[in-house]
């Protein structure tokens, strides 16, 4: 200790670095990621038998999707004119069409189960009971693919999934933007926002919606997201939406 002006002064220390633990450059040691794991799968068994009854809704859901998809690919139907398509040509677009509509599915099912795995069965409910509403729907509007629209070719197994004339409405508007409610607490909602916007944009584009498909599917998305979330109310006591 030294004294300075009448004033007793103690003279400062640098703190010594201490050296870093392995495996902590990054901030995750492997006790965080058995911490992560153990909670993870605590609640995988928390939900086990809701996430057993949304996955056959799943099936439920693309069965049902497909069924109806293949009546009104044999049906026919009649094509209408059109006030926005009619203002431009086709333009080909498939590979948004394609490659980003799945990977924007895709990415509504992987983020719970890497990041919020008690939500899985909330976007496997909601996700069936849109697919099962707008599957309903197209049975009974029987409109034809607009004429002109741009021939899609899906690769591998999704051939199977893609239909002619399933118009009313669009699943690729209406399947993204559900996203938008079922994340509403998060920021990835907006992920799913500016992806049905896109997606929108793309099937008008491509000219394979009608117009109405395509804003008709933001109400219709709602309603179901409504609809089942009053559902899951009564099926899940920790479910607040």
Known sequence: MT?????STIPLRRPRLQPAEP???DGWTGERWREGLRVWTSEVVACKRLIAVSMACIAIGLGFDYACGMYVHTMTGVKVPDLILDLFPPIDVSFLFI??????????????IIFRMRMIHVVAFQFSLLLVIRSLFMIFTHLET?????SVSYPWFFRSLYFEND??????TAMTFLGFYVFRRSWIRYVFLVGSIVMAIVV????VHYSIDVLAAFFMTYGSYRIGHRVLLRL???YRG
């Open 204 to 207: 008008l584009a491509m000219h």
């Open 236 to 238: 899940d006591p920790a």
């Open 167 to 172: 118009m009313f409405f669009s699943g690729h």
């Open 146 to 150: 607009p004429a002109g629209a741009v």
């Open 23 to 25: 495996g902590r450059a």
């Open 3 to 7: 004294v300075a002006a009448g004033r």
């Open 99 to 112: 490659y980003g509509y799945v990977s924007l599915i895709a990415g509504m099912f992987l983020y719970p």
